[in-house]
Nanobody, 121 residues
């Protein structure tokens, strides 16, 4: 099970921190990724982190603004989002893969319910 939290309504330029907690069979994830989906758009990759070495990857659209970190002891990952823009408005999903997931959502077998982020201009 994956549970996201931390979404909300903020103004442009503000920051938010999303959290994702893995439990049950998802605790053994190899890669945990964040994706987002806006109305009328396909789900897009945001960031990914490897549980083993903490290596991260980011979409170009968030690189330099978003930072992904993990706490293996708590089976949690945190997505720190700075300098938020209205185009960051979306439902953000946490997803887990038992192997290298990368940016392909099809590589992730487990998904959370999502947390909504709304950025006003």
């Amino acid at each position: 099970q994956l549970v996201e939290s931390g979404g909300g309504l903020v103004q442009a330029g503000a920051s938010l921190r999303l959290s994702c907690t893995a439990s049950g069979r998802t605790e053994g994830y190899y890669t945990l990724g964040w994706f987002r989906q806006s109305p009328g758009k396909e789900r897009e990759f945001v960031a990914t982190i490897s549980k083993s070495d903490g290596s991260t990857g980011y979409a170009n659209s968030v690189k330099g603004r978003f930072t992904l970190s993990g706490d293996n002891a708590k089976n949690m990952v945190y997505l720190r989002m700075n300098s938020l823009k209205p185009e960051d408005t979306a439902i953000y999903y946490c997803a887990a893969s038992t192997y290298y997931g990368g940016s392909d959502p099809n590589a992730y077998a487990y998904w959370g319910q999502g947390t909504r982020v709304t950025v006003s201009s």
